[in-house]
């Protein structure tokens, strides 16, 4: 059986938790929350197996980005044991329009994180996990020594395990991405999330050409490391601009597009323009592969986590198929 979990409420109790974890969107007047259209349907979670992962991640006091971002897919991953870690606490420096991660001054670093997310690991089972993180502008290296310590703890507990990692883009913060390319993770993926003529109202700490930047030199650093990038559509940008940002992505040599669909957390975001109908989604698909993408996922539900670990099998054929 399918659901569809509408956000169209009035309850003033989430009001009152959105005011406390988006505290810098609290007074910006509402945005009306469209309903999806009949294309965009996700499995409500509450299997079995969603409970022994949920249990896991509790037992090892893990955020994820799954349960911090409402991702949709969430119930289909826990069911199969998928989970994105999210390190560094749940309180994210930056403010972006789009995203339902708390904002505000994170506390210290957990220095037991490593172990735990490692721990986490085997016990799952993971054959491919996927480490994301919080900005953190408050550190002196943006948390990246940290990247590095949960990968040797993966390592360590998982060698058999491949390692994708989701990071911030590290602005203005010399010598960081240094450290976490040579900590050697698979796939090394940082999301655009928009096209740059969007920045300065969806993404507005960050700068699009230079998470472009750090996209190529991370195949400067190690050519071995999949690199990989995501966008959401839906935000208003025009067609042209996708394809551009694709072109900017391919002098970059990046290898992998992932495209899904904006969805609104609540009032105080960044309204959805445009649902995207499946079939743009597939001609995006058709164009990128044109461009050179090795691999592409472009869906509505396609989100960057989302079937990481068969997509990193199908990453590798590909590669191997074209002989580099």
């Known amino acids: 059986m399918a659901a569809t979990i ?12 959105e005011a406390l974890r988006h505290p810098e ?16 349907r996700v499995k409500a979670p509450g299997s079995p197996k969603w409970a022994e992962t949920r249990n896991i991640v509790k037992e090892n006091k893990l955020v994820t980005v799954c349960e911090e971002a409402s991702c949709p897919n969430v119930g289909e991953c826990w069911e199969h044991k998928h989970a994105t870690f999210m390190i ?19 506390e210290a670093l957990d220095a037991n994180e490593p172990a735990h ?10 054959k491919h996990v996927v480490i ?16 590095a310590d949960v990968i040797r703890e993966i390592r360590a507990r998982s060698p058999g395990t491949t390692i994708e990692i989701l990071t911030p883009d590290f602005l203005r913060k010399d010598g960081a991405l240094e450290v976490v390319v040579a900590a050697k993770p698979d796939v090394f993926n940082h999301n655009l ?31 071995t490391i999949f690199t990989k990038s995501g966008i959401m559509v839906g935000l208003g940008e025009e067609r042209n601009e996708v394809l551009q940002l694709m072109d900017d ?49 472009a869906t509505p539900l396609t989100r960057s ?20």
């Open 249 to 297: 992505l391919r002098s970059a040599d990046v290898d992998f597009l992932t495209i899904g669909q904006y969805l609104q957390p609540t009032r105080k975001h960044h309204p959805v323009i445009r649902f995207v109908p499946p079939p743009e989604f597939k001609g995006y698909e058709t164009v990128a592969y044109a461009k050179g993408f090795l691999m592409v996922s």
């Open 132 to 147: 994301t993180s919080v900005d953190r502008d408050d550190l002196a290296d943006g948390g990246v020594q940290h990247f």
């Open 117 to 126: 997310i490692g721990d986490a690991t085997a016990k799952l089972g993971l």
């Open 25 to 40: 969107k609290a007074h910006r007047p509402d945005n009306p929350i469209q309903r999806k259209p009949d294309w965009i």
């Open 305 to 324: 986590s989302h079937h990481a670990g068969s997509d990193f099998a199908r990453l590798k054929a590909a590669r191997d198929a074209r002989g580099r």
């Open 193 to 223: 999330e928009t096209v740059p003529s969007k920045y300065l109202k969806v993404r507005p700490g960050a700068r699009y050409f230079h998470s472009i930047r750090l996209l190529q030199r991370v195949k400067e650093l190690d050519p």
């Open 6 to 17: 509408d956000l169209l409420t009035n309850d003033p109790r989430k009001a009152r938790d």
């Open 88 to 106: 560094m606490g749940d309180t994210c420096t930056r403010a972006c329009a789009f995203c339902n991660v708390k904002t505000g001054l994170p």
